[in-house]
């Protein structure tokens, strides 16, 4: 994210001591308006944000992945 343009209130260090975009108590990006499921910063998102398209396999095998973790985080059976 080095020369990306992001708010940084919405960013944070990971464990590895680089920028990524910070994530809420609820799992997701903390630019992502919870009651639209937009990008609240679409026009200066990270590069990283574009290699992903709405609905190409990418995300929706990361939906998948997050779906599942947090059905298994509240003890819910697939
Ligand atoms: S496009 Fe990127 S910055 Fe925007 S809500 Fe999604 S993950 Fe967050």
């Known amino acids: 994210m080095g020369d990306d ?25 903390a630019a992502l308006d919870r009651s639209t499921w937009l990008c609240t910063i679409y026009g ?3 590069m990283i ?10 995300c929706i095998e990361e939906r998948r992945l997050h779906t599942n973790a947090r059905m298994e985080s509240h003890g819910a059976s697939r």
């Open 49 to 58: 944000c574009h290699d992903y398209e709405v609905g190409d396999n990418d």
């Open 44 to 46: 200066r998102r990270p």
């Open 5 to 29: 343009n992001i708010p940084l209130e919405l960013t944070e260090r990971d464990r590895w001591g680089g920028w990524v975009m910070a994530r809420l108590d609820d799992g997701w990006c």
